[in-house]
């Protein structure tokens, strides 16, 4: 599975971004996909996931400003960020769990929120 994130960029305090990543290849494999970012000097940590039904989880620093969203017809996953923090800056990466296979990452996309 190979995916491709894209949507980062540059935004003010308060400002919203959308983030998109687009999977191909065996997408029969993939139960969830998630968003995940990592901020400078700091670890990865979860943002987002959606399951294959539907089903959402948040991380509680997000709840509220963040959604996350998925096209089946056009295999991506999407990320609305409304009322963006500057402790929002990081990259921001993509997540496919496959249940039964290695998961796969999309290559990150830089959000940066200047206040």
């Known amino acids: 599975v190979q995916l491709q994130a894209s949507g980062g960029g540059l935004v003010q305090a308060g400002g919203s971004l959308r983030l998109s990543c687009a999977a191909s290849g065996r997408i029969f494999t993939i139960n969830a996909m998630g968003w995940y970012r990592q901020a400078p000097g700091k670890q990865r940590e979860l943002v987002a996931t959606i399951t294959t039904r539907g089903s959402t989880n948040y991380a509680d620093s997000v709840k509220g400003r963040f959604t996350i969203s998925r096209d089946n017809a056009k295999n991506t996953v999407f990320l609305q960020m409304n009322n963006l923090k500057p402790e929002d800056t990081a990259v921001y990466y993509c997540?496919?769990?496959?249940?039964?296979?290695?998961?796969?990452w999309g290559q990150g996309t830089l959000v940066t929120v200047s206040s």
């Open positions: 997540k496919a769990n496959r249940p039964l296979y290695s998961d796969s």
